[in-house]
């Protein structure tokens, strides 16, 4: 594990974002001895698809119905 001064983060972020997605864990300390460590996000493994999930999700003819709960608070 590396450790790095916030200073030397702010200098050579592209290089500790490199080591990062290389697997080298790289962890920036500030003065305080706060630390956070740079991790790589993974993308999903294919593009999202608008209309993927048509007829997945139904609704009853009721759906926008109001409420017997709230009938004292519509008064």
Same mark, same amino acid.
């Given at each position: 594990? #590396?450790?790095y &001064?916030l200073q /030397? +983060?702010? #200098?050579?972020?592209r290089k500790?974002? =490199? %080591? *990062?997605l290389h697997?080298?864990?790289?962890?920036?300390m /500030?003065e %305080?001895e706060q *630390?956070?460590?740079?991790?790589?996000?993974?993308?999903? &493994?294919k593009p $999202?698809?608008?209309?993927s +999930? $048509?007829g997945l999700?139904?609704?009853t003819?009721?759906f /926008? =119905?109001?409420? *017997?709960?709230?009938? %004292?608070? *519509?008064a």
């Amino acid at each position: 594990m #590396e450790r790095y &001064s916030l200073q /030397d +983060a702010q #200098e050579h972020l592209r290089k500790l974002i =490199a %080591e *990062a997605l290389h697997g080298k864990m790289v962890v920036i300390m /500030d003065e %305080e001895e706060q *630390a956070v460590q740079l991790v790589p996000v993974r993308g999903t &493994s294919k593009p $999202r698809k608008a209309g993927s +999930a $048509r007829g997945l999700v139904t609704m009853t003819a009721d759906f /926008d =119905a109001p409420l *017997a709960d709230f009938d %004292e608070y *519509a008064a």
